[in-house]
């Protein structure tokens, strides 16, 4: 040993063992690419809802703004009036510098500050332009020639207005022949026929004459600034029919104005931070609405953004949990996958490692030498695993979320070192025996653990039930996303102590029948697993968030789809507002692909009345036999049995303030008459119908014999079997004319799913799916790779006995198939088990794109390939068993067994 050091005798038992060498660099890099991707993943799912639910917000929305008044003392002149500014501006500026971490990045520099005196009453122009009142607004705004262009004329010139002297009178308004030079937007101007060049008077103090100088329009009319002063481009017009025409006009005068315009009183002062919502995207939510509410408190402040990013509390949550449920499984299978390359690793170095003992090595030696050569294999593996993940999910690379996929680069060094330094030079080892099988060794320990396992996952499954919906703790839920490790530990647990009893009452059958293989297959295999617990767990692992991953996509396709039905009611629906043209329906009848049409309308002023209280609500008419038709065939729609209880039924959708459990009325016309009707049921939602409001739906006869007379306001189209619902949606539209909206079942689908938040899930999922299969295969493969070495032996000694080879390869058959259909089986169980309790304790309507709750639900093809699947994988790996074992030379074993 001393001619051979340490570190050379590392790299020789590495280049001696690649396969092993290169599975537990598989191993690793898979582990650490998916503890990496994992939250990587969920920031960016959750990143792109925060940015669909901020980014269409306008900027008066968002931006923090406070509206005040503003004292102006009028005798001191510009000059002080421009220093009160620039001291609010710096006010403002320090303000934000001051906000928290999280919201002072995205506060914009500088603040914006406008002022705004008036309405002044304002005199309407030599010319009639039909206008019986005409107020100006004036406004001051520091910034406005940097946000508008000339049309005509000018921008006001600077005014520099002086003090006023110490007893001389205040001004009250302008000198004599110095008129105040005012902008207005050019459609501002063409409204009220204010031309360039021409005075008018504002009546403030003793009356102000403004001179229009100039005309201009936005350089960019989506400027976020034109969302807080819409007004400034289009005048604010209103038509009372007791007072006539009322116009409002806002104007811009030059900031040195400001004395002057506060002759008045004090001026409205509206103040707002812009706030950029590009980054908001990917800044922390809890962080960022934390700052936004102390700023707010702070400043003064409004904005809707922080009630914005409160509602998405609940929905990140939800995505946290789902994906960590789904990420969990894979990551449990990866460290199971990692265990077994590391146990075959050690296995095949077995006998040099025995060597190394039976010379005198330690076991601290041993072992730090092949935990050497696990860091050398695990920290470059982690570190590929990480940059993978890196690559396939964009963001930012922030050190938190790097830590533990790197550390998972020294669990090899760990197993390994841990599990080299156990390896004893005996006589059995000495002599080439196998290691003792993983699974052989029982005793009160380890019904104590399995005990506890068990009982832990009941309790955390219970724990989750009976907190439900209710739970209103943020982030994710951390049983829940232990819950696919625990469960997959219990029902292995239990299954490896069922499966062993059937196993052996099998073995006593076969015991009475010819043949060798059934009863030595039978009765090996119930006494235990021939590769331990691990690989029945990871196995299992896969499976299960196989099928949780398969039910949470079928869950949301379904969702959509009740959704789309629940918006449109039909295959396509034609909407008009107020109502459809006469004859539309007989015209979209005659276009090809429609198989029906069934026709909604709405009689005006319906009254339902308990005879205490009355609800105005809408009264939809609809033939209920033609609303069967075009609903045919559709999932999820009750019938309403219009008709089906004499001429005065109503069905009642919605909530009402009305007691409807007792007689009920309907008052209709004007004057309203009252007709007594009937309760046929009451519904939460009327596919189609209704969309959230409430309405009382009548049969069109009922309609008649009460005498209301209806106006179209729908048509549910149900296609032929076939026809395209885009080529017939076209046709449709050509009919119905621009005053009509067409939409199809497949549209309103489309529109639910679309999102970011439904679209990421649906993704992570899938990708949940591919590499929870990719993860069983390999723990499939490495089960069977463990046991490869006995198993090898063990056919060449049946053949060498004159065993037959079919008989032979039975028994290697029986040794794989049933640990691979009990972790199978228990994987099915466990995925049973933890996708209804996920999809039954969380509101995963928002998977399904605001929808109603979807119910979980796994279809029966989905299933069947799922199983169909797996029987290929297990059959794959009992191929490789047997030809593994066959390649086993009976000679070699032979000497071993004499030495």
Known sequence: MSALSAPRLAGRQLGTDPVGAALVVLATLVAACVLAAWPRTVDRVVGADQADAVRPLVASRVDPTRVASWLVDPAAGTQRSAADLATLHDDLQATA????????????????????????ETDRGPRPVGITHLDTHVRVDEQLPDLVRVVEGRLPDPVAIPATPAGAPRPTGTEPGHPLELALSAESADRVDWRVGETRTLAGGTGVDAVLVGTFAAKDRDDPTWAHLDSTFVPQVVEDPNQGTLVDVFAYADPGAVPLLAVGGPLDLATWFPFDVGPAATTDRAAL????RAFRT????????DGVLAGLGPRQDLVATVLGVLAAGPAGAALGVLWLAVMLAIDRRRPALVLLRARGASAGFVGALVAAQGIVLGLPAAVAGTALAVALVPGP????????????????????????????????????????????????????????????????VVAVRERGLADQTPGADPVLLALPVLLALAVCVVVLRVVPLLLAALSRGLQRRAGLPGFVGAAGAARAPAVGLVPVVALALGVAVTTTS?????????????????????????????????GLADAVRGVPGVAAVAVVGEADDAVLSDGRDGDRVPLLVVDGAGLRDAQHGLAGVDDLRLGAAGPTGVVVVGELAVDVDGPLTLELGSPPVEHPVELLSTRDRAAGLTHGESAVVVDAAT??????????????????RGAEPATVATDVRAVAGNGATVVTRADAVARLTQGALVGGVRKAAAVATVGSLLLS?????LGVALGGRARGRLLALLTTLGVPGRDSRSLVRWEVVPWSLVAVVAGLAAGAILAPVMLGTTDVSVLAGGARTPSPTLGPVTLGVLVVAYAVLVAGAVLVAVVGARRTDAATVLREGEA
Do not use: F, K, N
């Not at 702070?298 to 953004?305: I, V």
């Not at 005793?443 to 009941?458: M, P, S, Y």
């Not at 079928?554 to 909407?575: C, E, I, P, W």
């Open 703 to 720: 309609a008649s014999a009460l005498g209301a007379v209806p106006h179209d306001v729908l048509l549910l189209v149900r296609l032929d």
């Open 550 to 582: 398969l039910v949470v996509l079928a869950t949301m396709d379904g969702g959509a789809q009740r959704g789309g039905v629940d918006a449109v009611g039909a295959d396509l629906a034609v909407r008009g507002a107020p109502g459809l043209a006469p």
């Open 298 to 305: 702070a400043t003064a402040t409004d904005t809707e953004l």
């Open 397 to 460: 690379v922030g050190a938190d979320g790097l830590v533990v996929p790197l550390v998972a680069g020294l669990v090899p060094g760990a197993l390994l070192g841990v599990s080299a330094a156990r390896v004893r030079a005996t006589r059995s080892a000495l002599a080439g025996g196998a290691r003792t099988p993983a699974g052989r060794r029982g005793g009160t320990a380890r019904w104590v653990a399995e005990v506890c396992v068990v009982l832990l996952a009941a309790v955390a």
């Open 777 to 781: 295969a390999l723990a499939l493969g």
């Open 97 to 120: 510098a001051e906000a928290g971490t999280a919201l002072s990045p995205l506060l914009a520099d500088p603040a914006r500050v406008i002022l705004t005196a008036g309405p002044w």
């Open 289 to 292: 609405l934390q700052d936004l």
